[in-house]
């Protein structure tokens, strides 16, 4: 008895928090990121805009409900909830002007902290990818002029997106049981702060944008296909949807809170599905012996460019140290957009855009990183070998989870 009550506790909670994420969605668009529960809960948001102050007290109370159904029962879908009703209000108070330090943000909003990072880590990063493309000029232009000459012809693009879409998707599922009817669609975008994105529709259906606007070279179609589709975005908003929402009847899966602990999971996971999909050397071989000849390019330069992938893949951790630089004040936008060129290895074009990125999504960069190296430990952790890997990977995609439980 206890149990259903507790049950029924939080499906009245989680109702309210989906309607008060729409609220607050009317304030900070962004916030929800996707909705696919009943029409008549957004109608109502739309019609009736109700006040940051009100949402705020909202938040509250249902912060204080939410702690006393965890205290009669502990789930990890009521820790979930609260967390979730935690980063709403965090985001009321940021919609209305309060500023957090970059730590605090994101412990607020992701349950996570970025470690401090030691610049010498990153110069000997530099360093090796300097002897692994000697030549005159910086090393992000060589880098920059290298990666560019690897570029998808516009003519190529549909086509190498679509085999590599496909390898992504068929290796999932061999794998994984989706629900026979999902799908997706691919458009190819310009004018955006980032360079490539899953709307998830509901339904089992998404859309894929791929932003255009640099040239998109040729690990980006696997990275991409992995990272928004298969075994990524895609797949777990499937699997929430069906699992969570559809058969558990957890009404606060219809809703997907972008600035949540979900996003940690998230990011991390469809980062962390690209090795998963590929491991070892298979991601090289594929891209070598179908992607490049698909694009019309060398498949000699393939080595060459794995290797600098291993030795960017040490960079990746500098996004959040200049973030968090940029963000809290130490750093103006000039020397940030340098640092994205010194240690992102970005022309200036590119580090422009990183650069609006993190003024648009501010400490939403930690995900991607640091999302990946705990998805990466928990999959680790709990698997001994490749069917294992996946078994603990589908664990995590369908448990509600935050960074302090993993």
């Avoid at 610049?119 to 990666?147: M, N, Q, S, T």
């Avoid at 599922?173 to 975008?189: G, I």
């Avoid at 298969?230 to 009404?251: A, F, S």
């Avoid at 290797?307 to 893949?313: D, I, K, W």
Wanted: glycine share 6%; proline share 4%; hydrophobic share 40%.
């Amino acid at each position: 008895v206890a149990a259903a009550e507790s049950a029924a506790s939080l499906d009245s909670l989680g109702q309210s928090f989906v309607k008060l994420a729409l609220a607050l969605g009317e304030h900070d668009p962004a916030f929800v990121d996707a909705y696919h529960g009943p029409s008549e809960w957004a109608d109502a948001a739309k019609a009736d805009v109700r006040s940051l102050e009100q949402l705020q007290m909202d938040a509250q109370g249902l912060l204080i409900s939410v702690a006393r159904a965890n205290a009669d029962e502990e789930t990890v879908r009521g820790a979930m909830l609260e967390k979730l009703i935690r980063t709403a209000l965090t985001r009321i108070e940021m919609t209305q002007g309060e500023a957090f330090p970059f730590d605090e943000e994101t412990r607020l909003l992701y349950d996570a902290v970025a470690p401090q990072y030691s610049i010498a880590e990153f110069d000997a990063a530099i360093a090796d990818i300097d002897r692994l493309l000697p030549g005159d000029g910086p090393v992000y232009a060589r880098v920059d002029e290298f990666r560019n000459s690897l570029a998808i012809p516009a003519e190529k693009l549909q086509v190498v997106f679509d085999a590599a879409i496909d390898e992504c998707r068929a290796r999932t599922l061999s794998h994984y049981d989706l629900p026979t009817k999902e799908r997706f669609s691919l458009e190819f975008v310009t004018d955006k702060p980032w360079s490539g994105y899953n709307w998830y529709q509901g339904e089992f259906e998404s859309l894929i944008q791929v932003n255009t606007d640099f040239p998109i070279i040729i690990d980006r179609a696997v990275d991409l296909g992995c990272h928004e589709g298969y075994p990524g975005h895609h797949t777990w908003n499937v699997i929430l949807e069906r699992d969570l929402l559809n058969e558990k009847g957890w009404v606060e899966y219809s809703v997907y809170p972008l600035f949540s602990p979900l996003s940690l999971i998230a990011e991390g996971s469809a980062n962390y599905g690209i090795e998963l999909a590929f491991p070892g050397e298979e991601k090289i071989a594929f891209e070598r012996d179908v992607l490049f000849p698909l694009a019309g390019l060398d498949p000699a330069d393939a080595a060459t460019l794995e290797a600098l992938n291993a030795l960017r893949e040490k960079l990746s951790h500098a996004r959040n140290h200049i973030a968090r630089e940029y963000l809290d004040g130490r750093i103006d936008r000039e020397q940030a957009i340098e640092m994205f060129m010194k240690y992102r290895l970005e022309a200036r074009d590119r580090a422009e855009q990183s650069v609006r990125f993190v003024e648009t999504y501010r400490g939403y960069v930690l995900n991607y990183n640091l999302g990946r190296d705990l998805v990466a430990g928990y999959v680790e952790r709990n698997s001994s070998d490749d069917e294992n890997a996946w078994d603990a990977f589908e664990t995590l995609l369908k448990t509600p989870l935050a960074a302090s439980d993993i």
